[in-house]
């Protein structure tokens, strides 16, 4: 008898791929515990060392990459639109319970049903009913194969590219046996601290916040770049089967179970209670800890446990008879706005924030509501001495709904915009295209350990050895006011620092030193002035070649310059019309720090041709890179176009390498690049 051919354990191919099945087992996993779980095994650098193991083994065998790799979370280009999918099991709606009665009338109704006497207890799941977005996850031998949102119960939107980037749900099911086909429902949401970190940045780039989390989480959802999605940490928790092939299950609670042991999220608030009074307590307890969770929740659902009762139960033309969705109350409360005052935040945007009269939502005493920006006010028409219906929901800092406008007396006031600085009194801005109102005031206080940690940085004046710890205790101390003040500082005022030695301070007061002589453009940079980054600075330094030229720049001038469109010239403009500013900007060089001009090389290697980068590099930052290309004549541009002469690809290109092969644009490795670079004129 012929024994089976073994693999060759000696082979390279068939190594690396043991590997990296390995690895996709391992990261997986650590995905699952630090994600899911809440209790991450290893450290991210440890997870970090694998992920990057992983890839370059499926660099050096192409062969070996698999759809469900954690390295290909986030693959493939931006989409036009979404393609519609239908449901092979309809995505029903739940009837809605608004109070404990109406709950109690559901268990009625299913024992009525069931023709089972009044006193019986039945026996029931309860969840967290999830404030998120309801999809359908498709898995086909243990493999995500696609993924849509409920759309109308019949046909979703193809949504898989973005389903992938959720890290907490596994790409290739735990365990050996997988069914054939296994169709999961969940809902996609986002945590309460991502929601609050997404809408700080978006206010902060003068961009309207999302109203909730909901609408936040169907926005990631439902972008049609996946790389987006990739940055907005979603989640997601499973409930309920779709149609199943190779697999069957007796209860929710059974499916809960297989699921969970498969990898796929499922909430630990799930309960299994026996009889009414028992999810009627499970209610009450849900609505207690509603405002401790991480996450919205606007209810809970009831389901029957058991299968063969919900299919002897049925269900009516668009929801079933075993379930039912117990709503809690509305987190709304009615209350007088006393007062409008302007908050000017850490990048100058100032937000209207409403002083309430004190009114208890939900068990919390709510006295301030942010009224976001001033488009926000006019649109809801909120003045001072409204009466006002104010919820909270999935922010710390509760919302204006509507004004009571039956309620008015005549006697309530409007607030416009400010014209000038709260903080500072310098005069306020409002860039094209933008809602926001902002300060640009360099002395402003609230953005003074922004723009000093800007200043100091690496790729702007480099002051070494100054980082935020040093300037947290420069601030407290009342040492500086504005980034001129570093170059006012003494041996004196750094041995007020904590942990502070002689040798030390000697350093930081040479590298301020050090830093007077930076070239123009990394000067014009660390003076933080609104969209004017590295290049753009550096552009403008060769063209103006001095500070004294740039301050005099009129729009048009500006805007005749490559690259410089209308809002970053009017941002440059208002900068320098700033008195606060160009005081600032004084001080500075009376303190030494003298600029040097920027010559553009004029027929170096590179001259007049264009660059874009895409993926990571090894040889070089990409800092380093655009250097190398601007000191020899080039310029390193963001996106391609038609006029770009090449596009560099590093590891892991994103769409930018598909666009360049669409227009029959030049692409080098970074390898050929470095030839490029280093060929002799």
Known sequence: MQMPLLPDIHDPQESARARAEELRRLLEHHNRMYYVLDAPEV??????????????????????????????????SALDKFAPLPHRLPMLSLENATNEEEIREFDQ?????????????????????????????????????????????????????NIRTIRSLPLRLSGKAAPHLLEVRGEVYLSLEAFQHINR?????????????????????????????????????????????????????????????????????????????????????????????????????????????????????????????????????????????????????????????????????????????????????????????????????????????????????????????????????????????????????????????????????????????????????????????IYRLTRDDFMRFERMGDKLAGNLLAAIDNSKQRELGRFIFALGIRHVGERTAKTLAQSYGSLENLEQATIEELTGIRDIGATVAQSIRTFFDNRDNVAVVRRLQEAGVAPTAEEKRVGGRLSGKSFVFTGGLARFTRDQARRIVEDEGGHVVGSVSRKTDYVVAGEEPGSKLDKARELGVAVLSEAQFSELVQKTD
């Open 43 to 76: 450290t991210d650098a440890d997870y970090d060392a694998l992920f990057r193991e992983l890839q370059a083994i499926e660099e050096q065998h192409p062969g070996l990459v698999t759809p469900e790799s954690p390295t290909q979370r986030v693959g493939g």
């Open 201 to 485: 940045e978006k206010e902060e780039n003068g961009e309207p916040p999302f109203a909730n989390p909901r609408n936040a989480a169907a926005g990631s959802l439902r972008q049609l770049d996946p790389r987006i999605t990739a940055r907005r940490p979603l989640s997601v928790f499973c409930y309920a089967p779709g149609v199943g092939e190779g697999t069957s299950f007796d209860s929710q609670q059974e499916f809960f179970a297989f699921i969970g042991a498969k990898g796929l999220p499922v909430n630990p608030l799930v309960r299994q209670v026996t009889g009414i009074e028992a999810a009627v307590a499970y209610y009450r307890e849900m609505q207690e800890r509603r405002e401790s969770l991480p996450y919205e929740i606007d209810g809970t659902v009831i389901k029957v446990d058991s299968y063969a009762l919900q299919r002897e139960l049925g269900e009516k033309s668009r929801s079933p008879r075993w379930a039912i969705a117990c709503k809690f109350p509305p987190r709304q409360a009615e209350t007088v706005v006393e007062d409008i005052v302007p908050s000017v935040g850490r990048t100058g945007v100032i937000t209207p924030v409403a002083h309430l009269r004190p009114v208890v939502v939900s068990g919390v005493t709510v006295a301030r509501a942010t009224l976001h920006n001033w488009d926000e006010i006019a649109a809801k028409d909120i003045r001072i001495g409204d009466a006002v219906l104010v919820e909270r929901a999935g922010d710390v800092i509760p919302a204006v709904v509507r004004v009571l406008t039956e309620k008015r007396t005549g006697r309530e006031l409007p607030l416009p915009p400010p014209q000038t600085c709260p903080e500072c009194g310098s005069e306020v801005v409002r860039i094209a295209d933008e809602v926001a109102v902002r300060c640009m005031g360099l002395s402003c206080p609230p953005q003074i350990r922004e723009s000093i940690i800007h200043f100091a940085s690496r790729n702007a004046m480099d002051i070494e050895g100054l980082g935020e710890k040093f300037i947290e205790q420069l601030l407290s101390l009342g040492l500086v006011h504005n980034v001129a003040d």
């Open 109 to 161: 109704r299913v024992k009525k049903i069931l023709a089972l006497p009044a006193e019986a207890e039945v026996g029931y799941v309860c969840e967290p009913k999830m404030d998120g977005l309801a999809v359908e996850l498709v898995y086909e031998n243990g493999v995500l194969a696609v993924a849509s949102t409920r759309g109308d119960g019949l046909t979703g939107e193809d949504v898989t590219a």
